[in-house]
């Protein structure tokens, strides 16, 4: 517990025994509670990893019973030793999640407590590498449980909202594909002119969302201060890959614009003349653009509200000091 938590918690005189009560607790735990300070916390330190090693030792052999007798003989040798079918599924859970990693990311996360392992297992395994990089869940200062399922919730979030673009994007090519027929004889435009405005307002509609969300990606991890004791270091590494990957794809937009003019004469880059959108086309456009614009307004209603009801003081704002 840090000590910004320990002070928001309870008395900690809440924690104290008399002796009576601390010497019932030994006799019930059979701890030998006689010894210094370094002592009873390295005692502590490695019951408390020994308990997480135990829960992931117990999902292992329930595992390995199930495998070899069946679903139905699994739960009559469950009954027999007096364990409910889902405790075992608990630590199967988290057994099986640990055996799915690459072994130096299994490692460290089998000594996590439980608490924190369980959110993880139906974590984005990107995010999760990148959590165990950052040191947030083992570092110095790891986050508590609260703030880790808060951040899984905000990367799901932002991945969702990710995909809905893309698919709205998508969706929108595709009814645009549709409507080119009709489009075509109102207008009487040639097939590939029709099909390169509208492809050209679509793909770009694609790359704005592109950089949207890259934008996102940079603000939250290259220019703020992040929790990492290397930050310093790998900060401006990073940086340097986005800038030279964005430099790359503004080269080519650069030099298409360029081929583009070179090609045409400079009469291409006058806003005034009619090369953007037929009327039709406009129509057609504007309607797909609400249509996106409506949904990204929405997604930025729920986020927030999400926010407003995360923080402190107001409601729907869970109380109590954060777990650890």
Sequence with gaps: MRKNELAKSRDVAAFELNPAQMGQLAEIARADLQGSDETLAALGAEELGRAEMSVLRAGAYFLK???QAGHGGFIQALNSVGVSPDRAQRSMQMARYVASLP???????????????????N???EVVGELLEQGALDGEQPLSVRELQDRLRKSEAEKATLKTRLETAQAEKIRLARERSRVLAEEDLPAFALEARQEALALTEQMGFGLDSLQDIVEQNLLQRVKHPEADRFQPLAAGTTFHALAAVH??????LSRLQAHFGEAIADPDVKYSLS???????????????????????????KRANDTPGKP?????????
């Design 65 to 67: 019973l199930k495998e």
């Design 103 to 121: 072994a130096d990311q299994a490692r460290r996360i089998a000594a996590l407590p439980r608490s924190k392992v369980l959110p993880l297992v």
């Design 123 to 125: 974590a984005d395994q």
């Design 251 to 256: 080269a080519r937009a650069g030099l298409l």
């Design 279 to 305: 009327p039709a086309e406009a129509q057609l456009f504007i309607a797909g653009r609400e249509r996106l614009l409506s949904q990204q307004q929405a997604d930025a209603k729920t986020r927030a509200n």
């Design 316 to 324: 729907g704002r869970k109380r109590g000091p954060a777990s650890r």
